[in-house]
């Protein structure tokens, strides 16, 4: 089942108050504490378990996908950026085999010519490689293949009411120098869906590790300091929450302007992501891409042409807004090999 992706519909969930205090609040900056549910509630003047009640209701109605980290791109693991072009006909079959691979993240139909845009992750850019060949195979089509090159600017953390203001809700950008090493794959694999909804889970994680709570929190603390992390907090869908104008905006810059054309689109408030990707002879000229959040169309084609302004005159680019979301979910770096790839409950279901 796929989610279509409506111009100007209203929200799928309406939020009580506390429901939107925490996402307002929690994107990021999530207590690394070993009661962090109880910080959060002293701080809203709750109870702890009325916190933890509410974040289990939002994420029953897909509001809320985790509570965690989110991963800085090729810190963890690799991703790949994949395309193709799908006959109209066959589009929700081939989506649904593309979804039931568990290295298959994000998976997605664009207004476009290519109009099938999937995520693949994993451990290493061999292992990538090899689910994108068997993608080919199995779903029957030619992948048009998109390595990130550079990242300018990744945050989905971005205030999603007009004023919003919170303890992570503003925090500055990640600014540490990528790490050279992996971070301990163990404790990857055990938070990369998520901590569980518990008083104490952090103590809960490092149980099923042999390890002590305090060097759970420790590690990462230290992932946020390095730059492994992004950020660590509650994860939300923003199109259940009323954004759903949403645009991949691909720009073809000259090779030699295109990081300074990244760092200028990263610094407007508009683009939530902004990346380098290699362009691909003969079948795609683009190599810069951003993505426009908002609730309606025309605020995000408002807001593409304030980009273009950032550029060269006549700098050529596309809009590729949603049109239905097949899968989404974190990305898993940690997973054992599949010849198949069926995903069971991470494939997408009524609600991403």
């Given at each position: 089942?796929?989610?279509?992706?409506?111009?100007?519909?209203?929200?799928?969930?309406?939020?009580?108050?506390?429901?939107r205090?925490?996402?307002?609040?929690?994107?990021?900056?999530?207590?690394?504490?070993?009661?962090?549910?109880?910080?959060?509630?002293?701080?809203?003047?709750?109870?702890?378990?009325?916190?933890?009640?509410?974040?289990?209701?939002?994420?029953?109605?897909?509001?809320?996908?985790?509570?965690?980290?989110?991963?800085?791109?090729?810190?963890?693991?690799?991703?790949?950026?994949?395309?193709a072009?799908?006959?109209?006909?066959?589009?929700?079959?081939?989506?649904?085999?593309?979804?039931?691979?568990?290295?298959?993240?994000?998976?997605?139909?664009?207004?476009?010519?290519?109009?099938?845009?999937?995520?693949?992750?994993?451990?290493?850019?061999?292992?990538?490689?090899?689910?994108?060949?068997?993608?080919?195979?199995?779903?029957?089509?030619?992948?048009?293949?998109?390595?990130?090159?550079?990242?300018?600017?990744?945050?989905?953390?971005?205030?999603?009411?007009?004023?919003?203001?919170?303890?992570?809700?503003?925090?500055?950008?990640?600014?540490?120098?990528?790490?050279?090493?992996?971070?301990?794959?163990?404790?990857?694999?055990?938070?990369?869906?998520?901590?569980?909804?518990?008083?104490?889970?952090?103590?809960?994680?490092a149980?099923?590790?042999?390890r002590?709570?305090?060097?759970?929190?420790?590690?990462?603390?230290?992932?946020?300091?390095?730059?492994?992390?992004?950020?660590?907090?509650?994860?939300?869908?923003?199109?259940?929450?009323?954004?759903?104008?949403?645009?991949?905006?691909?720009?073809?810059v000259?090779?030699?302007?295109?990081?300074?054309?990244?760092?200028?689109?990263?610094?407007?408030?508009?683009?939530?992501?902004?990346?380098?990707?290699?362009?691909?002879?003969?079948?795609?000229?683009?190599?810069?891409?951003?993505?426009?959040?908002?609730?309606?169309?025309?605020?995000?084609?408002?807001?593409?042409?304030?980009?273009?302004?950032?550029?060269?005159?006549?700098?050529?680019?596309?809009?590729l807004f949603?049109?239905?979301?097949?899968?989404?979910?974190?990305?898993?770096?940690?997973?054992?090999?599949?010849?198949?790839?069926?995903?069971?409950?991470?494939?997408?279901?009524?609600?991403?």
């Amino acid at each position: 089942m796929s989610v279509a992706l409506p111009e100007g519909a209203p929200p799928s969930v309406r939020l009580d108050p506390l429901g939107r205090a925490l996402i307002e609040g929690w994107q990021r900056g999530f207590p690394l504490v070993p009661r962090p549910y109880a910080r959060i509630a002293e701080a809203l003047g709750v109870h702890e378990h009325l916190v933890i009640a509410t974040l289990a209701r939002l994420q029953r109605a897909g509001v809320v996908t985790r509570v965690g980290p989110v991963f800085r791109p090729g810190t963890a693991g690799a991703s790949m950026l994949a395309a193709a072009a799908v006959p109209p006909a066959r589009l929700e079959q081939v989506a649904a085999c593309v979804s039931a691979f568990p290295e298959v993240n994000h998976n997605y139909e664009r207004e476009h010519r290519l109009n099938l845009w999937f995520v693949v992750t994993g451990p290493d850019r061999e292992r990538i490689e090899a689910v994108v060949s068997r993608i080919e195979t199995r779903c029957g089509v030619r992948v048009l293949r998109l390595p990130m090159e550079r990242d300018y600017h990744i945050d989905l953390a971005f205030p999603l009411w007009r004023g919003a203001r919170g303890p992570g809700a503003h925090a500055p950008e990640i600014t540490a120098p990528r790490p050279a090493a992996r971070p301990d794959p163990a404790l990857v694999a055990a938070v990369q869906r998520g901590i569980p909804l518990l008083a104490r889970p952090y103590a809960h994680v490092a149980a099923a590790l042999g390890r002590a709570e305090a060097e759970v929190i420790a590690t990462l603390e230290r992932w946020l300091a390095d730059g492994v992390l992004s950020r660590f907090g509650i994860v939300v869908r923003h199109h259940e929450l009323g954004w759903r104008a949403n645009a991949m905006v691909v720009w073809d810059v000259p090779d030699g302007a295109v990081d300074l054309a990244g760092e200028r689109l990263a610094r407007h408030p508009a683009v939530t992501l902004c990346y380098r990707r290699p362009r691909v002879d003969g079948v795609w000229p683009y190599n810069l891409y951003c993505m426009v959040h908002g609730r309606e169309r025309a605020t995000v084609r408002a807001r593409v042409a304030e980009l273009a302004r950032l550029l060269p005159p006549g700098t050529r680019h596309e809009v590729l807004f949603s049109r239905r979301r097949f899968k989404q979910r974190g990305a898993l770096y940690a997973l054992r090999p599949s010849a198949v790839g069926p995903a069971g409950e991470e494939a997408h279901g009524g609600r991403a």
